[in-house]
């Protein structure tokens, strides 16, 4: 069967007998083969998803595919590239450039330049405007977030509401507004009138002041932001910077857009956060307005949390100055002084007390540690001192006094489900006729009491007992020592010998240490012997957590 019967096309034949096929055309350099049909080669081109213009060594326009055609409509055959309606492109060409990036129609475009046989040249050209969209978007969100991650850290910097606020006026500027004013409430005693804090381009720092009432109800949607209702991005009327030139920057003329938000909070709203732009820049767009939204929620949650710990602190304040030890009254014959250091020394208030109350024949003392730390320590320890108050009126024998304490304490509401206690030294003070001192102390589970005698000698007071109001039936003990003129008695609690600390590893300050420092120390007055100890006691912590310490030290003077 020949060539022809089998459908193939003839052709010279080879010296082994077999057919020799015409083979594609192939450009010279290039493997890849190019079809014979200038039909198929212009679909080919067509087909292809960004625009082909090719220009002939004059620099006009040769072919121009479907897609150049959709995105260059000013481009046909034979038009001078150079002097073309495409502003970008016809610049590269001039200033022989292989590539631009150009705006037209509303598109985006970039193209670049290739080399062909013959001095022709061809651009290739794509539509950006997606990828480029996609870009900004990615931007834009990558620097709101930079934003708030860095409002949240500012924000969150300080519990101080004054700076807090601040921070919500700094913030803002200039990357969402021009000028940024936060309408608030000061916390009471303060009047009821508004306040308002400003920051703007060029200022040197925020300004506050107070505006009236007339003046936040000229501004819609002001009085309805304060009340936590949200309202649209508004012009700047003429009447209302009138009503607010004394909120705006000096020469800083009408507002262009102005967009007021709540500053929404648990309790209510925190307040209201202008901000205005000036006209020569663009309006707030949405993603804008939803992260100035965003802001305000954050500042208002920062005011509140600062308002709140504000009132808090105001609250220790007054726990604190109600729970301090009190300055010692002076008692005829007797020589006193004081130690105390609280644990919690942000609060200044902690489980350890002592007080001392005068009575005919001397003075009647008290010394304790109330079991915890903190605040529910102090209000048992307010508890503790008042009932002393009370009950002193009525009993000062120190043993039958201290079982009253504990009926007291166990008889009080909640009692059992608290399970505090408290562990105590009571004392009477009775002047000799030779110038010393009787002392009878009752012991209620609290560390002995020391005796300095003038000579140097350290003695402990033999006291004990159970803690008082843990148990109904609590023991407790008495024991009677007389204090010679030179002796001194040194009632503390355990936050001296438990103190942790030292030069090399953390080990207790413990009872040997205190009596040969209370040694070393015999013969000199009250307040020198205590200052001395506070003194031994902080350099063994050296800045080490302890507990609670309070010391009460009695001489005859």
Same mark, same amino acid.
């Given at each position: 069967m020949t060539a022809a019967h089998r459908g193939g096309v003839a052709g010279p034949v080879s010296g082994g007998g077999h057919a020799r096929r015409k083979r594609p055309r192939r450009v010279a350099g290039v493997g890849a083969a190019l079809p014979g049909d200038d039909q198929l080669a212009r679909e080919l081109l067509d087909g292809l998803a960004e625009a082909v213009v090719t220009v002939d060594a004059a620099g006009e326009v040769t072919l121009v595919n479907a897609m150049a055609a959709e995105l260059l409509p000013e481009l046909t055959p034979g038009v001078d590239l150079a002097g073309c309606a495409v502003p970008g492109l016809a610049e590269a060409t001039r200033d022989g450039a292989d590539s631009f990036e150009t705006e037209h129609h509303g598109r985006r475009l970039r193209g670049v330049r290739r080399g062909l046989a013959g001095e022709r040249r061809a651009w290739y050209v794509r539509d950006v405007t997606e990828e480029r969209a996609r870009t900004d978007a990615?931007?834009?969100?990558?620097?709101?977030t930079a934003f708030l991650a860095q409002a949240g850290s500012r924000l969150g910097l300080s519990l101080h509401r004054d700076q807090t606020l601040r921070a919500a006026v700094d913030l803002p500027v200039p990357y969402l507004a021009d000028v940024a004013v936060v309408v608030h409430r000061p916390p009471p005693p303060a009047e009821d009138e508004p306040h308002w804090i400003r920051y703007a381009t060029?200022? #040197?720092g925020p300004v506050t002041g107070v505006a009236g009432w007339r003046t936040v109800e000229s501004v819609p949607g002001l009085v309805e932001a304060l009340e936590g209702d949200l309202t649209e991005p508004s012009p700047w009327l003429d009447a209302e910077l009138a009503d607010l030139a004394e909120v705006l920057p000096a020469g800083f003329g009408r507002p262009g857009t102005v967009l007021i938000s709540p500053m929404p909070s648990a309790g209510g709203p925190a307040g209201a956060l202008v901000l205005a732009r000036r006209p020569e820049r663009p309006g707030f767009d949405q993603r804008e307005i939803s992260l100035a939204r965003e802001f305000a929620a954050r500042a208002g949650a920062a005011v509140a949390a600062a308002e709140l710990y504000g009132e808090q602190a105001h609250l220790a304040r007054v726990l604190q100055n109600s729970l301090?030890? #009190?300055e010692l009254p002076r008692l005829a014959g007797t020589s006193l002084a004081g130690g105390y250091r609280a644990a919690g020394d942000s609060l200044r208030i902690g489980g350890d007390f002592y007080d001392l109350f005068p009575t005919p024949g001397g003075g009647?003392?008290?010394?304790g540690d109330v079991c915890g730390k903190g605040v529910g320590a102090a209000v048992l320890t307010g508890r503790v001192r008042q009932s002393l108050q009370t009950l002193r009126l009525v009993e000062q024998r120190p043993r039958e006094l201290m079982?009253?304490?504990?009926?007291?304490l166990l008889d009080a509401p909640g009692?059992?489900?608290r399970a505090q206690f408290t562990t105590l030294l009571l004392g009477t003070l009775t002047r000799e006729p030779d110038g010393g001192l009787l002392v009878r102390v009752a012991g209620g589970g609290h560390p002995a009491p020391l005796v300095v005698r003038a000579g140097g000698g350290i003695e402990a007071v033999p006291v004990g007992g159970m803690p008082v109001g843990a148990l109904t039936d609590a023991r407790f003990v008495e024991a009677e020592i007389?204090?010679?003129p030179g002796d001194l008695l040194l009632a503390y609690t355990d936050g001296v010998t438990e103190a942790r600390g030292g030069p090399t590893e953390l080990a207790m300050f413990g009872e040997a240490r205190l009596r040969q420092a209370l040694a070393s120390g015999a013969g000199l007055p009250p307040a020198a012997l205590v200052d001395r100890v506070l003194q031994l006691v902080d350099e063994w912590l050296d800045g080490q957590p302890h507990d609670d310490i309070a010391m009460l030290a009695v001489a005859a003077a």
């Amino acid at each position: 069967m020949t060539a022809a019967h089998r459908g193939g096309v003839a052709g010279p034949v080879s010296g082994g007998g077999h057919a020799r096929r015409k083979r594609p055309r192939r450009v010279a350099g290039v493997g890849a083969a190019l079809p014979g049909d200038d039909q198929l080669a212009r679909e080919l081109l067509d087909g292809l998803a960004e625009a082909v213009v090719t220009v002939d060594a004059a620099g006009e326009v040769t072919l121009v595919n479907a897609m150049a055609a959709e995105l260059l409509p000013e481009l046909t055959p034979g038009v001078d590239l150079a002097g073309c309606a495409v502003p970008g492109l016809a610049e590269a060409t001039r200033d022989g450039a292989d590539s631009f990036e150009t705006e037209h129609h509303g598109r985006r475009l970039r193209g670049v330049r290739r080399g062909l046989a013959g001095e022709r040249r061809a651009w290739y050209v794509r539509d950006v405007t997606e990828e480029r969209a996609r870009t900004d978007a990615l931007l834009t969100e990558r620097s709101r977030t930079a934003f708030l991650a860095q409002a949240g850290s500012r924000l969150g910097l300080s519990l101080h509401r004054d700076q807090t606020l601040r921070a919500a006026v700094d913030l803002p500027v200039p990357y969402l507004a021009d000028v940024a004013v936060v309408v608030h409430r000061p916390p009471p005693p303060a009047e009821d009138e508004p306040h308002w804090i400003r920051y703007a381009t060029g200022d #040197p720092g925020p300004v506050t002041g107070v505006a009236g009432w007339r003046t936040v109800e000229s501004v819609p949607g002001l009085v309805e932001a304060l009340e936590g209702d949200l309202t649209e991005p508004s012009p700047w009327l003429d009447a209302e910077l009138a009503d607010l030139a004394e909120v705006l920057p000096a020469g800083f003329g009408r507002p262009g857009t102005v967009l007021i938000s709540p500053m929404p909070s648990a309790g209510g709203p925190a307040g209201a956060l202008v901000l205005a732009r000036r006209p020569e820049r663009p309006g707030f767009d949405q993603r804008e307005i939803s992260l100035a939204r965003e802001f305000a929620a954050r500042a208002g949650a920062a005011v509140a949390a600062a308002e709140l710990y504000g009132e808090q602190a105001h609250l220790a304040r007054v726990l604190q100055n109600s729970l301090l030890p #009190p300055e010692l009254p002076r008692l005829a014959g007797t020589s006193l002084a004081g130690g105390y250091r609280a644990a919690g020394d942000s609060l200044r208030i902690g489980g350890d007390f002592y007080d001392l109350f005068p009575t005919p024949g001397g003075g009647l003392f008290a010394l304790g540690d109330v079991c915890g730390k903190g605040v529910g320590a102090a209000v048992l320890t307010g508890r503790v001192r008042q009932s002393l108050q009370t009950l002193r009126l009525v009993e000062q024998r120190p043993r039958e006094l201290m079982e009253l304490l504990n009926r007291a304490l166990l008889d009080a509401p909640g009692a059992a489900r608290r399970a505090q206690f408290t562990t105590l030294l009571l004392g009477t003070l009775t002047r000799e006729p030779d110038g010393g001192l009787l002392v009878r102390v009752a012991g209620g589970g609290h560390p002995a009491p020391l005796v300095v005698r003038a000579g140097g000698g350290i003695e402990a007071v033999p006291v004990g007992g159970m803690p008082v109001g843990a148990l109904t039936d609590a023991r407790f003990v008495e024991a009677e020592i007389r204090l010679a003129p030179g002796d001194l008695l040194l009632a503390y609690t355990d936050g001296v010998t438990e103190a942790r600390g030292g030069p090399t590893e953390l080990a207790m300050f413990g009872e040997a240490r205190l009596r040969q420092a209370l040694a070393s120390g015999a013969g000199l007055p009250p307040a020198a012997l205590v200052d001395r100890v506070l003194q031994l006691v902080d350099e063994w912590l050296d800045g080490q957590p302890h507990d609670d310490i309070a010391m009460l030290a009695v001489a005859a003077a």
